[in-house]
């Protein structure tokens, strides 16, 4: 099946629409090319940071976040564990 012919995927708008969606629908259909991996973060956040940061630092990390769709202090957070993980 070539892409031309996969269907679109609908838009949802609750997550209970999205789960009775892939519950039932064969995903085989459908075009996923626009699709991202993603982390998901499931660890509860239990401590907090406070730091001071350069603006023009902070203005750039915003701007990556942005461009990446996620919220800046995610980016930071993912920031910090790839630095511990190595």
Known sequence: ???D???K???FHS???AEAFVDAA???E???SGFKPTHFEFEKKS???NMRLPEPLLRAVKAKAKERG???TRLIREALEQTVRK
């Open 30 to 32: 459908y075009d996923l």
């Open 5 to 7: 012919d996969l269907k």
């Open 26 to 28: 064969d995903l085989s």
């Open 15 to 17: 997550d209970a629409e």
């Open 70 to 72: 996620i919220p800046y």
């Open 47 to 49: 401590a907090q940071l």
């Open 1 to 3: 099946m070539s892409k």
């Open 9 to 11: 995927m609908p838009v």
